[in-house]
């Protein structure tokens, strides 16, 4: 084969395989027209307080689980005349992870930089846990605002 052929038809595969590679990536990342249920990166703003009220924070990427799940409804003869199954988007395998928070006050507390957290291994379209999850939902107060959760 004559180098010229070898080399054009090499580089037309490299271009193939990028555009592939490409696209895949864009699909998984499109998070706006997915139907499937996906690990998503999502950035937080972490802070701990010590016992004097002194504090470490910084920003935290944690991997979650973001999606959509197929669910259903049957009509049913009894009480209450529907068998339903609706399944959330939900970690299907989490493993530790800990941060070490680098913006803190002068005189912190030892240990109040580290931040410990789960995050998702793999998602899967499941029932909601409420021993894992908040199965209830995302609450707003009247402006518009989530509240905030805060660890005890």
């Excluded at 395998?93 to 240990?111: A, D, F, I, Q």
Aim: aromatic fraction near 8%.
């Amino acid at each position: 084969m004559p180098p010229l052929v070898y080399f054009t038809g090499l580089f037309l595969t490299t271009l193939l395989l990028i555009n592939v590679s490409q696209s895949q990536s864009a699909v998984e990342t499109d998070l706006d027209t997915t139907l499937d249920c996906n690990r998503r990166t999502y950035s937080h703003k972490v802070i701990q307080t010590d016992s004097e009220g002194k504090i470490c924070w910084d920003m935290v990427t944690v991997v979650s689980c973001w999606g959509r799940c197929d669910s259903n409804e049957v009509s049913d003869w009894k009480f209450p005349y529907k068998r339903s199954h609706h399944p959330v988007c939900m970690h299907g395998e989490r493993e530790p992870k800990t941060v070490v928070l680098s913006n803190c006050e002068e005189g912190v507390e030892p240990g109040t930089e580290i931040h410990e957290f789960m995050e998702a291994v793999s998602c899967q379209c499941s029932l909601c846990k409420s021993s894992e999850a908040n199965c209830q939902g995302v609450r707003y107060n009247g402006e518009g605002e989530i509240y905030s959760f805060q660890r005890a």
